[in-house]
């Protein structure tokens, strides 16, 4: 089988960047000059490029507002069909954080960084691309860019890869422990062989990466923290 390898941009967003997301991370803007480059250098021969964006209805359930707590408490979550624990008899319960409100629909918060998205505009038209939302649906709660975490409904992630013929993904953007160590735990499940360029990403918890990087290596996800992935092509 002929290699091809994606690059996958995790939530370069407003509200996820300093100085004045509601969400942002520390340092989120450090790697947007460094994605750029991954796109718009043509020494990097992608066989398709996606951006992913959080796309929240303004009453979300991952909001802290929705639920009278403060932002970063962890909550119990009902499985949003039901469905019954086999274990318990009970229905499915999920920890999940709530977070400030961020990436309303519409809002600027919402938006991709300019400059990132002038380049990812600018990507040659012989280069599949897609924009994939995710967090749409008002009950659940999404950090993959595959699925929600539930597992119920799937975004068209898996379905552009495979029609593009992607056997190699690799991963930057934000957050590192969060949206795209989901990200890429999802598309190593599905048979992709996943990188993350550390690098290229930042953390809401960087104290805490060791444990994060631990993750990654668990399921298969080889961490580069170097220049070493142009090897891949």
Same mark, same amino acid.
């Not at 600018?122 to 929600?148: H, M, W």
């Not at 953390?203 to 990087?213: F, G, H, I, L």
């Given at each position: ?7 996958a941009?995790?939530?370069?967003? +407003? ?20 994605i750029? +480059?991954?796109? *718009? ?11 992913t ?12 507002s929705?639920?009278? @707590?403060? %932002? ?7 499985? %949003?069909?039901g +469905? ?21 629909? #519409? ?24 924009? @994939? ?7 659940? #709660?999404?950090?993959?860019c ?9 975004? +068209?992630?898996? &379905? ?8 190699? @993904? ?12 989901? *990200? ?13 360029l ?7 918890? %960087?104290?805490? #990466?060791? &444990? ?9 996800? &080889? ?11």
């Amino acid at each position: 089988m002929t290699k091809k390898v994606a690059l996958a941009v995790i939530d370069l967003q +407003e509200d996820f960047l300093p100085s004045q997301g509601s969400l942002a991370i520390a340092n989120g803007r450090d790697v947007i000059p460094l994605i750029n +480059e991954l796109i *718009s250098n043509r020494k990097y021969h992608w066989s398709a490029i996606v951006a992913t964006q959080d796309w929240h209805p303004k009453d979300h359930t991952s909001f802290a507002s929705q639920h009278q @707590v403060p %932002p970063f408490s962890e909550l119990e979550f009902t499985h %949003p069909l039901g +469905e019954i624990d086999t274990n318990t008899n009970q229905i499915k319960i999920q920890k999940q954080f709530v977070w400030p409100d961020h990436c309303v629909q #519409e809002s600027s918060g919402a938006c991709l960084d300019a400059s990132f998205l002038g380049n990812f505009n600018s990507i040659a038209p012989n280069i599949p691309k897609a924009i @994939v939302k995710k967090g749409y649906l008002t009950d659940r #709660e999404y950090y993959s860019c595959f699925q929600d975490t539930w597992g119920i409904h799937k975004t +068209e992630m898996t &379905e552009f890869l495979k029609e593009h013929g992607i056997t190699d @993904v690799i991963f930057v953007g934000l957050a590192y422990d969060f949206c795209v160590v989901n *990200s890429a735990i999802d598309s190593a499940k599905n048979g992709f062989k996943t990188y993350v360029l550390k690098n290229y990403s930042k953390s809401v918890y %960087p104290d805490k #990466e060791a &444990e994060t990087d631990a993750i990654y290596k668990a399921n298969g996800i &080889e961490i580069i923290t170097d220049d070493s992935f142009s090897s891949i092509f």
